[in-house]
């Protein structure tokens, strides 16, 4: 069955970085897009990046130049490098992949930027 696991988060102080993984098994990683969600408290779940299975990006406005998803299809990985981070970018982030239209999440990992 298709599973999500991430980690990686923790506590960083205003201007600190923070990587994050999510590890997937259970389908043929190298031929899905991978993008990350955050919910903060709230508010709505957002999309913050992804990746298709070619190696091209987006992001969200807000996390432009900050922040980069990239894959290791060899690990079945897919990372969130954040950088210069905000107390606005406190959420629980997720990891998500879809697959025959379902969608399948991680169960999240919490990132908290506070002095």
């Known amino acids: 069955q298709v599973q999500l696991v991430e980690s990686g988060g923790g506590l960083v102080q205003p201007g600190g970085s923070l990587r994050v993984s999510c590890a997937a098994s259970?389908?043929?990683?190298?031929?899905?897009?991978m993008s990350w969600y955050r919910q903060a408290p709230g508010k709505e779940r957002e999309l913050v990046a992804a990746i298709t299975r070619d190696g091209s990006t987006y992001y969200a406005d807000s996390v432009k130049g900050r922040f980069t998803i990239s894959r290791d299809n060899a690990k079945n990985t897919v990372y969130l490098q954040m950088n210069s981070l905000k107390p606005e970018d406190t959420a629980v982030y997720y990891c998500?992949?879809?697959?025959?239209?379902?969608?399948?999440w991680g169960q999240g990992t919490q990132v908290t930027v506070s002095l």
């Open positions: 998500k992949t879809q697959l025959f239209r379902h969608d399948y």
């Open positions: 259970g389908f043929t990683f190298s031929y899905y897009s």
